[in-house]
């Protein structure tokens, strides 16, 4: 069964930093490439970052710089570490896989192989 699975979300103060993991199963992410996206409430999904299946990274300007998205295809999963939270990053945080290239990520997140289920950052003090 192909299945994605995020963890590591919570509640953290501002200032602090979270790891997102995305563990996929029933399929390599060898020739995948992943990306994150949010989704905060009243708000349209917004994709955040991605990574190709030969490790070329896109971030969006909203955290360039403070995001960095990794993958470790032994483990077959792929991370998103989150420093400097801001209460604005609060958000429903999903991966999605798509073959090879950040395309969809880019163009038509609908059309994104795999999505998994989600888990929540929520920035507060």
């Known amino acids: 069964q192909v299945q994605l699975v995020e963890s590591g979300g919570g509640l953290v103060q501002p200032g602090g930093s979270l790891r997102l993991s995305c563990a996929a199963s029933?399929?390599?992410?060898?020739?995948?490439?992943i990306g994150w996206f949010r989704q905060a409430p009243g708000k349209e999904r917004e994709g955040v970052s991605c990574?190709?299946?030969?490790?070329?990274?896109y971030y969006a300007d909203s955290v360039k710089g403070r995001f960095t998205i990794s993958r470790d295809n032994a483990k077959n999963t792929v991370y998103l570490q989150m420093n400097s939270l801001k209460p604005e990053d609060t958000a429903v945080y999903y991966c999605?896989?798509?073959?090879?290239?950040?395309?969809?990520?880019?163009?038509?997140?609908?059309?994104?192989?795999?999505w998994g289920k989600g888990t929540l950052v929520t920035v507060s003090a």
């Open positions: 999605a896989a798509e073959q090879l290239t950040c395309d969809y990520f880019y163009s038509n997140h609908g059309a994104m192989d795999y």
């Open positions: 029933g399929f390599t992410l060898d020739y995948y490439a």
């Open positions: 990574i190709s299946s030969s490790d070329g990274t």
